[in-house]
Each structure stands twice: as C-alpha cells, then as structure tokens.
C-alpha cells in the first residue's frame, strides 16, 4: 500500500487535497515531527513531510516531486497539464517558486529561526525580515490572482493545491492579507472547495 506521511496542517496538506481530489487507494499517517526520537526518521531520516511511500517502499520526498507523481496516477486530470506542454511547465514553475521562495525563502525565517543562528536575542528580527521577505514575494502571486481565479488555466492544478496552504500560513504570520485581496478571495475559494473542506476535515482541522 502507497503511504502519504503528513502532520496536520503542514505543507503536506497540498498532498493531502490533491489525494483526495483525485480519489487515489492510499493511505495517509500523520506523524510526529520535530523529535529527534521519533519513529518517522526510520521512515524519512530528514524527518520532514510530506513523504510518500510507495507499495515497493520506495521514498519520494519534496512537494515538488509529490504533487506532479500523484497526478501522473491520473492521466488527463485537470489539476496538471500533459507532458511537453506550456501549462505544465508553468504548474511546475509555481510549485517550485512556492517552495523556494515562499516556503524555503520566507516561512523558514519565520518558523525556523533557530536554524539560521543559535542567537536567540537574535530570533525576533530573523522572524521579521522572513515576514518582510513573505510580504515581498506573495506580490507575483498577488499580480496573476487578480486578473485570474486560479494561478494557471483558469482551473484548480497542483500549484493552487500547494499555494492554499502558504497562504493560509501567511494570515497566521501577521502578513496583513487586507494587503492582498485576490488572495483573500483565493483563500475563501481555497477553503470553500469540498476536497478542502474533507482534508481540513480530516486532519483534525475544522
Ligand atoms: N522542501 C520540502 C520541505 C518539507 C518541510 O520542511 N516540511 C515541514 C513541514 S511544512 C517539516 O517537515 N518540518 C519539520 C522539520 O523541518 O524538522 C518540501 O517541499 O517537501
């Protein structure tokens, strides 16, 4: 049997929804993070989800990676595009934007800020550029969200998946999102959306 690792809420939400949405036969474990004891690192020694196990125990790690796998189990889905084509490539740009620059680039700061110095007097102002930095780069995303409902082919695709939950994070992080309406809005479509709603669901989230 195919393994989603989860924790709930977490980036692997993305995959979560995109499971769903797609009804494929696979199983999702939420695990323990941030414990150097936990089990999972047996399972992924990085410790971080999402991570997919597959029947023959193979790991996949990375959203980036994830998300497109899942929806190459359904060829012709909407929520990619087939291979060799421009919408594929921009889905795929998305998704790596949204981990490099959102994720990686701004949510470390802001979640992580030990990782970048053992200061902890040090934290706060990690913490704030890494807001600031948030601020900077939900402005492309702001931009094509507010001529478009979705980021590319005017449909729900992977990289709407995976920006649902950073920009869900972004109003927990004190990114005013008054600042940016079209994602308010994509946020209320986000979480209106039924496979959304049974994955919060799921997740123990609503
Ligand atoms: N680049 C990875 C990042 C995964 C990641 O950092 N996941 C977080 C949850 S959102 C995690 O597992 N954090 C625990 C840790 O870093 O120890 C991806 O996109 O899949």
Redesign the pocket.
Known sequence: MTTLFI?PG???FAAHVVIDELELPIDVEAVV??SPDSPYRSINP?????ALRLDDHTLL????A?LPYLADQRPGTPLFAAAGTVERAQIQSWLGYI?TEI??GA??SIN?PERFTPDEQAFAGIRSKGVQRLADALKPLEARLSSQDYLVGNRFTLADAYLGVFVGWSARAGVLLQDFPALQAFLQRYRARESVVRTLAAEGLS
């Open positions: 924790f977490a980036c692997s993070l941030n990085l410790g971080r989800v999402p790690t990375e959203n980036t994830i981990a994720h990686t949510f470390r992580r």
